[in-house]
C-alpha cells in the first residue's frame, strides 16, 4: 500500500554526525507513529527511536543523548539526528510505521530497504 524510503547513509569517522531521512505517504506518517530500527550483523533488529504523532519520543538507552527523531508532516519525512557516532552504531537503519502505546511502540508491517551507516574508528 505505502512504502518508506530512507536515505542519508553513509561512511563517517567515530565523533562524527550523520541525518538520515525517512520519506514516507502522508497518510501513513499522519496515522501512525514512526519508529528507527537498526541491524548490525549477527544481532536482533532493534528499536533506536520512536516518535508519535504528536510528538512523544522515545529512545534506547544505548543513543540518549546523542540522537535525535523528529517529524514534518508537511514534507512526508521522519529524521534521525545522528552525533557523537560511535563504531558500534554501524548497522542497516530502517525505518518504521507502527504504534505507540502504554509506553512502547509496536511496529507495524511497514518498512522501508534501509540505509547502511558505516562508522570507523
Known amino acids: 500500500q505505502v512504502q518508506l524510503v530512507e536515505s542519508g547513509g553513509g561512511l563517517v569517522q567515530a565523533g562524527g554526525s550523520l541525518s538520515l531521512s525517512c520519506a514516507a505517504s502522508?497518510?501513513?506518517?499522519?496515522?501512525?507513529?514512526m519508529g528507527w530500527y537498526r541491524q548490525a550483523p549477527g544481532k536482533q533488529r532493534e528499536l533506536v527511536a520512536a516518535?508519535?504523532?504528536?510528538?512523544?519520543?522515545k529512545y534506547a538507552d544505548s543513543v540518549k543523548g546523542r540522537f535525535t527523531i523528529s517529524r514534518d508532516n508537511a514534507k512526508n519525512t521522519v529524521y534521525l539526528q545522528m552525533n557523537s557516532l560511535k563504531p558500534e552504531d554501524t548497522a542497516v537503519y530502517y525505518c518504521n510505521a507502527g504504534a505507540y502505546g502504554s509506553g512502547s511502540y509496536y511496529p507495524k508491517d511497514y518498512w522501508g530497504q534501509g540505509t547502511q551507516v558505516t562508522v570507523s574508528s
Open positions: 502522508r497518510r501513513i506518517l499522519t496515522a501512525n507513529a
Open positions: 516518535i508519535t504523532s504528536g510528538g512523544t519520543t
